[in-house]
């Protein structure tokens, strides 16, 4: 039920813009976020959105770099992720999970319900 998109190979420095796409139910009132999972590692938390967008949260390395958004006439969430570092390349997975407030961002992966299947995202140096 959550398509992501928007992967690829980039230069260092470049930037991709991710989406995440929700079909077969409405999901105006879930909050979102968006993880990553390098090879041999842990999958970590990357951003999230409350369902209003009015409420956003980053993981400290990507901060000032990666802007989460969503529209939700098109029922979908964005990662824009600028000056990427090799250090971001990872398989990258979007989330969904129903929220009982408009302003909550959801970080922990046990928390969320619905999963996207990965985009990998390839950064070179």
């Known amino acids: 039920q959550l398509q992501a998109s928007g992967g690829g190979l980039v230069q260092a420095g470049g930037s991709l813009r991710l989406s995440c796409a929700a079909s077969?139910?409405?999901?105006?009132?879930?909050?979102a976020g968006w993880f990553r999972q390098a090879p041999g590692k842990e999958r970590e938390f990357v951003a999230a959105i409350s369902w209003s967008g009015g409420t956003t949260y980053y993981v400290d390395s990507v901060k000032g770099r990666f802007t989460i958004s969503r529209n939700s006439a098109k029922n979908t969430v964005y990662l824009q992720m600028n000056s990427l570092k090799p250090e971001d390349t990872a398989v990258y997975y979007c989330?969904?999970?129903?929220?009982?407030?408009?302003?909550?961002?959801?970080?922990?992966?046990?928390?969320?319900?619905?999963w996207g299947q990965g985009t990998q995202v390839t950064v070179s140096s």
């Open positions: 989330a969904a999970a129903p929220s009982y407030s408009p302003f909550m961002v959801i970080h922990t992966v046990e928390e969320y319900t619905y």
């Open positions: 077969g139910r409405t999901f105006s009132t879930y909050a």
